[in-house]
C-alpha cells in the first residue's frame, strides 16, 4: 500500500459494514496498519455487532447504533498524534463486523449409519439427513475461539465442526429418546429441539447458538424397508391366504411386461393358478354336515361260535342259538365248538363259557325196563 493509501485511509471517517454476501458471519474492516481515525463514525446496523481490538485486546463490544470514536471513550490513540512517528502510529486498532442474524439452511447428514437398540427389532442401524440454523450471541467469545484474526469469517469454515458435532451427538439423542423405530417420524419434531438444546449448551463458550435444527429424515437400510414394506402389505391385506393372492398377481403383471417363452408359460401356469383361486372364491366348497348325535353306545359284539356235528361245520350261532342246538341233541358236551380267540375245536363241556348252556338242558333218560 502506497502513501496515497495512506493518505486516503486518513480521510476515511466512517467505519460501516453492508454485507452483500449472505454468508459471511465476521468481516474485519480494512484500515492503513488497522490505524483509527480520531473522530471516525462507527456504524452498527441491526444484526450486527461492531467488536473493538486495541493492541490485540478486545476493548469493547458495539451494538447496533451510531458512535464517534474519540479518546474521551475509547483509549485509542488517532493517527494525527503518530505523526511525530513518521505516520508509523504506536496505537493499533481493529474493528470486527459481526453478523448476528440467523443463518439458516446449514446441512447435515450421517455419513456412517448410526446403530441404535429398538425394543421391537433389536439393533438397527439408521441414517438421517437435516438442516440447521446458526446463531451468533456471544461476539467477542466467537473471536476469542474461532475467529482470532481472520479477516473474513464464512459459515464454510465452521460448517463441517458443527456437523461433526451434531452427528456425535445425534445416536445418543436417538437412543435417550425412548422413540419405536416405527414412531421416529411422528417425533422428529420433539428430538430435533432437544438435539438444538443440546448442541446450544456445548457452543455457548463458543459464543454460539443452535436456534432451530431441522431433522428432515431418519432411514433404514434398504432391506429393513422392503421387510417393514412386506409386513404393512400383510397387514393391510389381513392374512397370509390374501398375501398369497396378491403376490399371485404381482408375479402376473411381471410376467406380462417381460414377454418370451418362458415369461408367457410362467404367466400362463400363474394365470391358471389365480383363476382356479378365484373360482374357489367363487365357488367355494359345501360345508360338511354336522354329525349326527347318537341317542347312547353302539351295542356290544356279540361272540360267534361253531359247531362240528356229524362231520358237518354248523353255525355261526349266538349264545341263544347254541342253547337251542343243546335242547335239539345236536349239541352236547361232547360236541366240538370253535370260537375267535381258541387255539382249535374243544368239546364242549370243556368250554367253561358254555355251562349255562347245559344247564337249562335236562339229562337224558334213564333206560326204561
Known amino acids: 500500500m502506497g502513501l496515497w493509501d495512506k493518505l486516503k485511509g486518513e480521510l476515511i471517517d466512517v467505519i460501516e459494514w453492508t454485507d452483500d454476501s449472505r454468508d459471511t458471519i465476521v468481516w474485519r474492516f480494512p484500515r492503513y496498519e488497522n490505524e483509527i481515525k480520531m473522530g471516525a463514525k462507527l456504524i ?86 437435516g438442516s440447521f440454523t446458526l446463531r451468533v450471541t456471544d461476539p467477542a467469545a466467537l473471536l476469542r475461539e ?89 397387514g393391510v391385506l389381513g392374512d397370509l391366504d390374501q398375501y398369497a393372492k396378491f403376490q399371485t398377481a404381482n408375479a402376473v403383471e411381471d410376467a406380462a411386461n417381460n414377454p418370451g417363452g418362458a415369461g408367457e408359460a410362467f404367466g400362463f401356469g400363474l394365470g391358471m393358478a389365480a383363476a382356479q383361486r378365484a373360482g374357489q372364491s367363487l365357488n367355494p366348497p359345501a360345508p360338511a354336515p354336522p354329525p349326527v348325535p347318537t341317542a347312547g353306545p353302539p351295542p356290544l359284539p356279540v361272540k360267534q361260535w361253531f359247531v362240528g356235528a356229524n362231520g358237518q361245520q354248523l353255525g355261526p350261532f349266538d349264545a341263544a342259538g347254541l342253547a337251542g342246538q343243546a335242547r335239539a341233541g345236536t349239541l352236547t358236551r361232547e360236541t366240538l365248538v370253535w370260537a375267535d380267540g381258541m387255539a382249535g375245536w374243544t368239546a364242549a363241556g370243556q368250554v367253561p363259557e358254555l355251562g349255562g348252556v347245559f344247564a337249562a338242558v335236562p339229562p337224558p333218560l334213564p333206560p326204561q325196563a
Do not use: M
Open 44 to 129: 452498527v446496523r441491526e444484526s450486527q455487532a461492531a467488536v473493538f481490538v486495541n493492541e490485540g485486546s478486545i476493548a469493547d463490544v458495539f451494538t447496533p447504533g451510531t458512535y464517534t470514536l474519540t479518546t474521551k471513550n475509547l483509549p485509542i490513540l488517532s493517527t494525527l498524534k503518530g505523526w511525530k512517528y513518521g505516520f508509523e502510529s504506536p496505537w493499533k486498532a481493529e474493528v470486527y463486523f459481526v453478523n448476528t442474524r440467523q443463518f439458516p439452511g446449514l446441512k447435515w447428514g450421517t455419513q456412517n449409519p448410526v446403530i441404535v437398540r429398538d425394543a421391537e427389532f433389536g439393533a438397527v442401524r439408521l441414517r438421517a439427513f
Open 146 to 234: 474461532l475467529v482470532g484474526t481472520d479477516a473474513q469469517f464464512r459459515t464454510e469454515e465452521v460448517h463441517e465442526y458443527l456437523r461433526q458435532l451434531v452427528v456425535s451427538h445425534l445416536g445418543s439423542a436417538l437412543a435417550t429418546a425412548n422413540v419405536p423405530l416405527l414412531e421416529l417420524a411422528a417425533q422428529q419434531l420433539s428430538i430435533g429441539n432437544a438435539l438444538a438444546a443440546v448442541l446450544g449448551d456445548e457452543l455457548s463458550s463458543s459464543g454460539i447458538a443452535i436456534p432451530k435444527f431441522v431433522i428432515e429424515n431418519i432411514s433404514v437400510p434398504p432391506e429393513v424397508e422392503e421387510a417393514l414394506d412386506k409386513r404393512a402389505s400383510i
